[in-house]
Nanobody, 124 residues
Framework: QVQLVETGGGLVQPGGSLRLSCDAS????????MGWFRQAPGKEREFVSAISWSGGSSYYADSVKDRFTISRDNTKNTVYLQMDSLKPDDTAVYYCAAGRTVVGVTTDRPYQYWGQGTQVIVSS
């Protein structure tokens, strides 16, 4: 079992920045590919970003490319999502997830464990 806890959400103005963190516990963190997903009100959950075990490969949805940056610190068992140039359309609950493969990493299929989510609101 892996437990995931997201923090860092909040209210931010358009054009602002937030950094989300996801702390993992329960099994060796470096075994897992880590992903971020989000779900806006009335919409399906969607892929945002993912990072491979060592951090050597990263993946982004087109909607966040060049604005969001994923990173991980395997010594701290933490994955981060730096979100810059935020837009109202980025408003959602953000979830981190852990899986064992990068196959299908932009879908929710490979992810075995999910956090409870952290709310991000982008509004003036």
């Amino acid at each position: 079992q892996v437990q995931l806890v997201e923090t860092g959400g909040g209210l931010v103005q358009p054009g602002g920045s937030l950094r989300l963190s996801c702390d993992a516990s329960g099994q060796p963190f470096s075994y897992y590919v880590m992903g971020w997903f989000r779900q806006a009100p009335g919409k399906e959950r969607e892929f945002v970003s993912a990072i491979s075990w060592s951090g050597g490969s990263s993946y982004y949805a087109d909607s966040v490319k060049d604005r969001f940056t994923i990173s991980r610190d395997n010594t701290k068992n933490t994955v981060y999502l730096q979100m810059d140039s935020l837009k109202p359309d980025d408003t959602a609950v953000y979830y981190c997830a852990a899986g064992r493969t990068v196959v299908g990493v932009t879908t929710d299929r490979p992810y075995q464990y999910w956090g409870q989510g952290t709310q991000v609101i982008v509004s003036s």
